[in-house]
């Protein structure tokens, strides 16, 4: 009898799988439930309580983002991406083997994120292309098209975004099959 351990989840909040409003290109975007940080405005609330969401393999996540042959990448939102830190390494770097970007959207500083020790830390900086990092400030918007506020940083771990053009700032909204409105992106 083999003694294998469970399959790493991450706790998902939403998924979208085809996006032009959170990062360059159409791209596939995963948050995730959980965020100790509570800055005061942010745009996914629901999303704070660890407590909520669902829990998901992340070879499932990982299939549903390389089964978009169209897109770009994937951008990781939340919550906190970093809460989850772990099994988002784990997941990015499922996608950057399959050849595509990451992008991760964080509260944290990028020089907190560095000085970590947290094993998980390292192994999501290592698999991901371009942090938006800092924590979002209502006072200080931001008119750049990936930066809630002005506080915040882009910051290129790899070359892959380096030089891209982003393109105008964006707002998506949908509206699914039950009347369910869902609003992503960077509305003003």
Known sequence: MSSSSPPRCLQVAAYLARSRANGPGLRSVLWVQGC????????????LPFAGGRPVPVAEVADWVLGEPDTEGLSLSGGEPFAQAEALGELAERVRAAGKGVLV???LTASALRASA??????LLAAADLLVAGPYR???????PLLASANQELVHLTGRYRGVELGPRRTELRIAADGVVTVTGFPR
Do not use: D, S, Y
Request: proline share 11%.
């Open 36 to 47: 100790r940080l509570r800055c005061a405005g942010c745009f996914n609330p629901a999303f």
């Open 105 to 107: 959207f964080t509260g």
């Open 118 to 123: 947290a094993p998980g830390t390292r192994r």
């Open 138 to 144: 209502r006072e200080a918007p931001a008119r750049h």
